[in-house]
């Protein structure tokens, strides 16, 4: 069965420090893998996407994530922290036809300090 | 700014209540979706319209009645809510392909806070 694993429940980051959120997936043909974040009260944003072709993807706000299919992993990435960044994210892999439907990891609160 | 239009952004409501969720989009995506979120959790899809057609329906109770009237628009119909239907409730549309996998990046309103009273 296909599923999404955030093995960090909660993170606390510095400002200005480089920032990685860790996401693995199971899913047994080629992945469609996403990562979005949520702010306080907010629906979900797209940050960054990947479906084939060069394993590290750029995203907005300045983050990326690396594809490794010998790990099963989607991490995401930031060299350097701002304190708006402080938000709940979620990797998803999406899955099935007639439209996506999207599995979501559990997610990952990330708290950032001054 | 979201692309996607979500109304009310708060209801409060009685369990013998009926109200309507509204979500409207005007991107031309042709695949819509009902999502269910409490707090501190992920959110877990509740219903896709594809084409102003229901493909998928994640066992969710009769009480919840999703409708899709045009392709800009898709509603949710409550009636007799428990008190643990609580949550936000998030609409989100995509591109969809026909028959092809699922590959189109989602866009989510910012959903309605429902609380039952």
């Known amino acids: 069965a296909q599923s999404v694993t955030q093995p960090d429940i909660h993170i606390t980051v510095s400002e200005g420090a480089s920032l990685e959120l860790r996401c693995n997936y199971s899913?047994?043909?080629?992945?469609?893998l996403f990562w979005y974040v949520q702010s306080p009260g907010q629906g979900l944003q797209l940050l960054l996407k990947?479906?084939?072709?060069?394993?590290l993807v750029q995203g907005i706000k300045g983050f990326e994530a690396e594809f490794k299919r010998s790990q099963s992993s989607f991490n995401l990435r930031k060299p350097s922290v701002h304190w708006s960044d402080a938000a709940e994210y979620f990797c998803?892999?999406?899955?099935?036809?007639?439209?996506?439907?999207?599995?979501f990891g559990k997610g990952t609160t990330l708290s950032v300090s001054s | 700014d979201t692309e996607v239009t979500q109304t009310p952004k708060h209801l409060v409501m009685g369990m013998t209540n009926k109200k309507s969720l509204k979500c409207e989009q005007h991107?031309?995506?042709?695949?819509m979706y009902w999502y269910k979120q409490k707090a501190k959790k992920p959110p877990e899809l509740m219903f896709v319209?594809?084409?102003?057609?229901?493909?998928i329906n994640e066992s969710v109770p009769s009480r919840f009645s999703p409708e899709c009237p045009n392709s800009s628009l898709l509603n949710l119909h409550l009636h007799a809510l428990q008190p643990e239907d609580s949550a936000l409730y998030l609409c989100?549309?995509?591109?969809?392909?026909?028959?092809?996998?699922?590959?189109?990046?989602?866009?989510f309103g910012d959903g309605t806070r429902l609380s039952i009273l």
């Open positions: 989100a549309s995509s591109q969809a392909d026909r028959g092809l996998s699922s590959n189109q990046p989602q866009h």
């Open positions: 899913y047994g043909a080629t992945p469609y």
């Open positions: 990947y479906f084939s072709g060069d394993t």
């Open positions: 998803a892999v999406g899955v099935g036809q007639a439209g996506t439907a999207l599995i």
């Open positions: 991107m031309g995506h042709r695949a």
């Open positions: 319209y594809s084409y102003e057609k229901l493909s």
